[in-house]
């Protein structure tokens, strides 16, 4: 399968796999063996404790997922049908979801083509008087400019709901993203920079929002009767064993975020010279890239590669890699529903159609990068 130089792997190298040390399997094991497994013990408590200190905000809520996070965030939001949610374009499919199960409508934005993220200048060009919440999403390697859209929402009494599922250890303007938003969500998915296998986060300063969210995670009960309830809620909840992994993983966030830069800058060094595709550089001027995922997209059309054709290729050498996002308005079931109005998205198609990641774990040696690395620069030449 590999070729001579492919004898320093031992096996294929998938794009993620999470890195769990023996403190965390300590704090697993320890909950266990309590027997408080399910969402009543104290470390899910614990849990929104520290992570509100760490983030900034007064106020967490511990749910099952990133996905569940967005979608208890708009419901909390009591909003009207005709209302209007600005979202990006190009992004995972639960930003839409989130909006689409309250029966309102979806306004979808363009990203940049040089940082991925929704383009400020066009969210201010689709603003109506509908509009009354924007999500915006970190997406990939740097945070969208969250800090100059809070104060246009600010401005518009626009509700912003801040996705840093992507983003978490990541600063702008050396404040902490996920700290911008009047709501903001976080996801520990397997790949994400703290994991609980699945789980996430909602964090507020609003303590209304806080109550109702707290209780649309928990199936809405009654106050007074507990099983009279007060609204259409989810079981949304995470688990004690799930809020133990991740209290055990906060406590290194830090060394995390380090550890994923360096990854990721050494893959930016080894590839910064290959003129037919582009990278996102290490940092900006307000920001480092946090290289959530090590992303790389095809600018030279010529050698007739695209993210697919590039993934197959890869999988042959032994290395695993996936494809960007897949645009909003390309997606079957939201065009099915005739949810999607405009068609012109050319930044988002464009690079949902030569763009990919490659492997990014944080067990990744410095053997492995380079490999990967020079295989990449050998077809993309």
Known sequence: MFNSDSKILKKFIPVNTPLITKADVNAVNQTIKSGWISSEGKQVKQFEKNFSKYIGHKYSVAVSSGTAALEIAIKSLNLKKHHEVIIPNFTIISNALAVIKQNLKIRLVDCNIKDWNMDLNK????????TKVIIATHIYNFPMSVDKLRKICKKKKIVLIEDAAEALGQKLNNKKCG???DISTFSFYANKQITTGEGGMITTNNKKLYDKMSSLKNLSFGKIDRFNHDDIGWNYRMTNLQ????????KRINKIVSLRHKVGLRYYNNLKNNKNIFMPPPKQKKTKNIYWVIAILIINKKLKLDAKKMISILKKEGIGARPFFWPMHKQ?????????????????EYISKYGFYVPSSLSLNNTEIDYISKKINSILI
Do not use: V, Y
């Not at 969210?123 to 509908?130: L, R």
């Not at 079957?332 to 988002?348: A, D, G, H």
């Open 243 to 250: 809020a133990s992994l991740g209290l055990s993983q906060l």
């Open 332 to 348: 079957t079931i939201l065009n099915q529903l005739k949810l999607i109005k405009s068609k012109t998205f050319p930044n988002s």
């Open 179 to 181: 700290s911008f938003g």
């Open 123 to 130: 969210i201010i060009k689709n603003i109506n008087k509908n």
